[in-house]
């Protein structure tokens, strides 16, 4: 007959002793209802959004915070709803052990703002359509013309560099887009215009400028430029 070792008994009865308190308290936890919600915000500080549109979000449907177990959250249901909006390019949302139900958020980045007869909005960074928020309005180039599906990218593009340069961003207030798929830009301190042409060779348009400018700062007669030509990439045409 094989002897009973109680030191394996011990074990095995508090091994048994722990697996009864973690379930007990896994389940006391998750039949517990929350507290409150914590929302952040991550990234640039514009508030296109406030705490309480994003509050609504994540308890839409409930009444209040404090209705919601934590056993009925599903957290993946949460962040797809909020991804889903049109200013919020990403979310995650998590409960705490103390009742919390937080949210991060990351806006989208506009980049530029059109204005035509049919309506106003943003272009986010990846280029689609933003709404413009009654909290917030964005600093971006204004644009007037038709953003469509042909030049799209090459516009995204063209914004996309206007947002990540500091001189770029400082200067470029607006633009135009023409018939021909030319885009003619204002700048903020000169009264000159700046034919782009279209949304290529982007990079090097946007050097040459750079170079230009740099340049004709020394030059007294800058304030006399009616137009400053981008479309030939290996030189800079100016008009007085």
């Known amino acids: 007959m094989r002897k009973i070792k109680w030191t394996d008994v011990r074990l095995v009865l508090m091994l048994g002793v722990l697996i009864f308190l973690y379930s007990f308290s896994e389940k006391r936890n998750e039949s517990r209802k929350l507290v409150k919600t914590e929302v952040k915000f991550a990234g640039e500080n514009m508030p296109f959004l406030t705490d309480e549109m994003v509050n609504n979000l994540l308890i839409q449907n409930s009444g209040s915070v404090t209705s919601i177990r934590k056993e009925k959250l599903d957290l993946n249901r949460l962040e797809r709803e909020l991804d889903s909006h049109q200013m919020i390019a990403d979310a995650q949302v998590y409960a705490t052990v103390d ?142």
């Open 99 to 240: 009742g919390t139900l937080k949210a991060l958020v990351t806006q989208k980045t506009p980049i530029a703002r059109v204005s035509n007869e049919r309506s106003s909005y943003y272009i986010d960074y990846e280029g689609n359509k933003m709404p413009l928020s009654d909290h917030f309005s964005a600093r971006v180039p204004l644009v007037f013309g038709e953003i469509n599906n042909e030049n799209r990218k090459g516009l995204t593009e063209v914004f996309q560099n206007i947002h990540d340069d500091d001189f770029l961003k400082k200067n470029i207030t607006g633009a135009k887009i023409l018939e021909s798929g030319s885009v003619l830009m204002t700048n903020r301190n000169y009264n000159y215009e700046i034919l782009f042409g279209k949304p290529i060779n982007v990079d090097k348009k946007f050097n040459n400028y750079k170079a230009f400018f740099q340049h004709a700062m020394k030059d007294t007669l800058i304030g006399e430029y009616k137009m400053i030509n981008l479309k030939f990439t290996q030189q800079v045409v100016c008009t007085k």
